[in-house]
Nanobody, 118 residues
Framework: QVQLVESGGGLVQAGGSLRLSCAVS????????MGWYRQAPGKQRELVAH???????NYSDSVKGRFTISRDNAKSMLYLQMNSLKPEDTAIYYC????????????WGQGTQVTVSS
């Protein structure tokens, strides 16, 4: 029913940039809010950035001003542009979408590794 495929992760030096993509495939229902989360080793998964169906965005304080979330509804894509990367940004990054059929359900991608070297 719902498939999410992330790409764009990798190894980058501190100060560098990466762009994550999440291809969204939904056979039924409509996609509402979307977001990027990350989980570093030994830590809980945390919200990085969120974008509503209407395009409103919000960011965690740790990435505000460096990361930009965007969505292309026509292409069913979610993006995360990450600039000025820091070693503490190292984590597995997951995209999450809310799909509404009768109720709203969250779906997660498989994750993509981002490693920032100092």
């Amino acid at each position: 029913q719902v498939q999410l495929v992330e790409s764009g992760g990798g190894l980058v030096q501190a100060g560098g940039s990466l762009r994550l993509s999440c291809a969204v495939s939904v056979s039924r229902g409509s996609v509402n809010a979307m977001g990027w989360y990350r989980q570093a080793p030994g830590k809980q998964r945390e919200l990085v950035a969120h974008i509503s169906a209407g395009g409103w965005t919000n960011y965690s304080d740790s990435v505000k001003g460096r990361f930009t979330i965007s969505r292309d509804n026509a292409k069913s894509m979610l993006y995360l542009q990450m600039n000025s990367l820091k070693p503490e940004d190292t984590a597995i990054y997951y995209c999450k979408v809310q799909v509404s059929i009768i109720i709203v359900t969250d779906y997660w991608g498989q994750g993509t590794q981002v490693t920032v070297s100092s």
